[in-house]
Antibody, heavy 123, light 109 residues
């Protein structure tokens, strides 16, 4: 069974840092792109970042570029999101999602999602 | 950047057909994917590549995409279909390429 389990969320002060992790199992992790998607309270889905299977290609939303870094350790089947200079508007549930780009990045979608981890940025 | 526009809400009676639209400039040239999210739960993929269904998704869910509008159609709507629905595309012309629509709340009357 394909499974994604996020961890690392919590309460952090504005300007602080946090690292999220996503442990993957049930599939060949290195063969798949991965994404982070967040959802602020009462709001819609917002894509945050994506990374290719090898880690050689990364993409970011404008709202987090320069502050967040996506990475992966294929030997540990784990995806990461390093979040620096956190702001109140980064408060959200952060989902890890397995990506599918077998037909090319233009056809990218996310077929399995974790349950999410909550990040709260507040003083 | 590319914008996807969805109606905030759609209401339908049980047993009827619900249609949720996703508008975007020449969206028919892109591959559209749809997600269902029930309260307190993670999103679930219900349609990919405009009209393909993942295993486990009922045949009542179908999709189409042409011109400036993609549509998710849910036939014979059930109470359990009440959820938020999001469309998503990849915008190759952008360096922040994954785009979600704003979401549509489907209410089953």
């Amino acid at each position: 069974e394909v499974q994604l389990v996020e961890s690392g969320g919590g309460l952090v002060q504005p300007g602080g840092s946090l690292r999220l992790s996503c442990a993957a199992s049930g599939f060949t992790f290195s063969s798949y792109a991965m994404s982070w998607v967040r959802q602020a309270p009462g709001k819609g889905l917002e894509w945050v970042s994506a990374i290719s299977g090898s880690g050689g290609s990364t993409y970011y939303a404008d709202s987090v570029k320069g502050r967040f870094t996506i990475s992966r350790d294929n030997s540990k089947n784990t995806l990461y999101l390093q979040m620096n200079s956190l702001r109140a508007e980064d408060t959200a549930v952060y989902y890890c999602a397995k990506g599918v780009a077998v037909a090319g990045w233009s056809y990218y979608y996310m077929d399995v999602w974790g349950k999410g981890t909550t990040v709260t940025v507040s003083s | 950047s590319y914008v996807l526009t969805q109606p905030p809400s759609v209401s339908v009676a049980p047993g009827k057909t619900a249609r949720i639209t996703c508008g975007g400039n020449n969206i028919g040239s892109k591959s559209v994917h749809w997600y269902q999210q029930k309260p307190g739960q993670a999103p679930v993929l219900v349609i990919y590549y405009d009209s393909d269904r993942p295993s486990g998704i009922p045949e009542r869910f179908s999709g189409s995409n042409s011109g400036n509008t993609a549509t998710l159609t849910i036939s014979r709507v059930e109470a359990g279909d009440e959820a938020d629905y999001y469309c998503q595309v990849w915008d190759s012309s952008s360096d922040h390429p994954v785009v979600f629509g704003g979401g549509t709340k489907l209410t089953v009357l």
